[in-house]
């Protein structure tokens, strides 16, 4: 594994971080319409992306690096930004597709490099929270247009 593409896991690690945190404070501070499908949804949300990010790291560490360990280091790393505000539900919604979209891409970029390395265990990792998050994506996106 290339620098770049442990540069790249590592940001991703971050990312996942700081979307799990933002998914939580959400899930806290929700309102009105759409609770409580938004609170359940934003938990199922959450919990899967701890597994995600985990799943990350570990893979970094298998290939000799070394995964953002500190909530410094995350924020530092990351390309996604936290979010102190207490949004209405819609723009919480919103937000998240935001930063998800941002996810898929990059999670897709970082499978075409990992496949171009050859290493198919990262590229496979990697396509497969590409694909199940390309799909809360567009269920975000559907929520979005009621």
Same mark, same amino acid.
């Given at each position: 594994?290339?620098?770049?593409?442990?540069?790249t =896991?590592?940001?991703?690690?971050?990312?996942?971080?700081?979307?799990?945190?933002?998914?939580?404070?959400?899930?806290?501070?929700?309102?009105?319409?759409g609770?409580?499908?938004?609170?359940?949804?934003?938990?199922?949300?959450?919990?899967?992306?701890?597994?995600?990010?985990?799943?990350? %790291?570990?893979? /970094?560490?298998?290939?000799?690096?070394q995964?953002?360990?500190?909530?410094?280091?995350?924020?530092?790393?990351?390309?996604?930004?936290?979010?102190?505000?207490?949004?209405?539900?819609?723009?919480?919604?919103?937000?998240?597709?935001?930063?998800?979209?941002?996810?898929?891409?990059?999670?897709?970029?970082?499978?075409?490099? %990992?496949?171009?390395?050859?290493?198919?265990?990262?590229?496979? =990792?990697?396509?497969? /929270?590409?694909?199940?998050?390309?799909?809360?994506?567009?269920?975000?996106? %559907?929520?979005?247009?009621?």
């Amino acid at each position: 594994m290339t620098q770049k593409q442990l540069s790249t =896991l590592a940001t991703l690690v971050a990312d996942s971080g700081v979307f799990y945190q933002k998914l939580r404070h959400y899930h806290w501070h929700v309102k009105g319409n759409g609770f409580f499908v938004l609170h359940e949804k934003f938990e199922e949300l959450y919990l899967r992306w701890a597994v995600i990010q985990d799943d990350l %790291a570990e893979r /970094i560490v298998t290939r000799g690096g070394q995964a953002p360990a500190t909530l410094s280091e995350i924020v530092e790393l990351a390309t996604l930004s936290e979010d102190r505000s207490f949004p209405p539900a819609q723009e919480m919604v919103s937000r998240l597709a935001a930063d998800l979209e941002h996810l898929v891409t990059t999670l897709n970029r970082a499978a075409k490099t %990992a496949a171009e390395e050859e290493d198919d265990i990262t590229a496979n =990792l990697l396509e497969d /929270i590409r694909d199940e998050q390309d799909k809360n994506l567009w269920m975000m996106r %559907a929520f979005l247009e009621s």
